[in-house]
């Protein structure tokens, strides 16, 4: 089970991001997220409206889905 975070700032994504070997650039938050979830293997779906998602152990759950 992954570990949740609770609001990352975007410092912290892109520390995460560059652990991964993604090159942070000038993406945005939404890109880098969606980068990371590929790169974990995920789907890359954070705030694309999906509402009905599944996956209870995702660490960015909490940023995405607005209960």
């Known amino acids: 089970m992954k570990t949740k975070v609770s609001k990352m700032s975007l410092t912290d994504i892109k ?17 880098l997220i969606h980068q990371i979830q590929s ?18 152990d995702c660490i960015w759950r909490e940023d995405c889905i607005k209960d």
Not at 15 to 31: C, D, M, P
Not at 45 to 52: L, S, V
């Open 15 to 31: 520390v995460k991001a560059n652990a991964l070997g993604i090159k942070t650039g000038k993406l945005a938050k939404k890109e």
């Open 39 to 56: 790169a974990e293997g995920f789907t890359p779906c954070f705030e694309t409206g999906k509402n009905d998602c599944k996956e209870m």
